[in-house]
């Protein structure tokens, strides 16, 4: 199956929350993604709301079943009873889970699934009984033991940080090193039956190698490379860029 394109809206929300304005839209940028081809959106909906704010996830929810009903809304989040709730009352195909602190400034390193495995179990199944898809985030280079002891929370996927392989963009030596870690995590996570996206600094320029180095890929999710890249192209613009990088990756090229 080709590899699915979320692109996460959190640097349009915090671009539009400079000022008291309702531009630039979140609902009007996510169905220029879902138009030019996108095949889902994701948000972030942090405790402070410094970004994307609670109540853009009804008028996002709306938004895909009105205009897009094919697309996927992914939500994710460190798992509070708060955010949980969030969760089930708007309902996204996929809830990703993430260890952030509440003012972190983003996600930058995966669950300690060894020592968080009761507690990650009992948020997975609490999702899983509304119907939806859950999703973990992982370290890169997670070993062996720790991928299999996600697969045991329950959890349908895992969510592969690509930070570091992000990173390399100025050292072709360690990007090379970044995606072997990555692809032997992924190999992990393959042979314990979990599904794999994967997301963080992701760009027209690094998504083919990763997407051959991963071929099992399902979804990458991308906003900060997605957005910046929008500043130049537009969003239906950079949504077409990103999936054609993908498609290179399919055929080999790139």
Not at 59 to 76: H, K, M, Q, S, Y
Not at 104 to 111: L, Y
Request: charged share 25%; aromatic share 6%.
């Amino acid at each position: 199956m080709p590899t699915k394109l979320s692109v996460n809206l959190n640097a349009v929300a915090l671009l539009r929350n400079r000022r008291d304005l309702p531009w630039p839209s979140v609902t009007g940028l996510g169905l220029a993604a879902l138009q030019a081809g996108a095949h889902g959106l994701t948000v972030h909906p942090r405790p402070d709301e410094r970004h994307t704010r609670f109540s853009d996830l009804p008028d996002l929810r709306a938004l895909i079943d009105d205009e897009a009903p094919e697309a996927e809304f992914n939500i994710e989040g460190y798992p509070t009873d708060e955010f949980l709730e969030l969760c089930e009352a708007n309902a996204p195909e996929q809830v990703t889970l993430v260890p952030d602190e509440p003012g972190q400034a983003t996600s930058d390193h995966g669950w300690d699934f060894e020592g968080k495995g009761n507690f990650l179990r009992d948020c997975v199944q609490r999702l899983k009984n509304h119907g939806f898809r859950v999703s973990l985030f992982c370290d890169p280079d997670a070993s062996e033991a720790m991928v299999e002891a996600a697969a045991q929370t329950g959890a349908d996927r895992i969510e592969l940080y690509t930070g570091p392989y992000g990173s390399c963009h100025d050292d072709a030596d360690a990007a090379k090193r970044a995606l072997e870690d990555i692809s032997r995590t992924a190999l992990h996570a393959a042979r314990f039956g979990l599904d794999i996206n994967a997301g963080h600094d992701l760009t027209v320029e690094n998504l083919p190698a990763l997407a051959r180095a991963v071929p099992n890929l399902a979804e990458v999710s991308i906003g900060h490379g997605l957005t910046a890249d929008a500043l130049e192209h537009g969003m239906a613009g950079s949504v077409k860029r990103f999936l054609n990088a993908l498609d290179q990756a399919s055929h080999g090229v790139g």
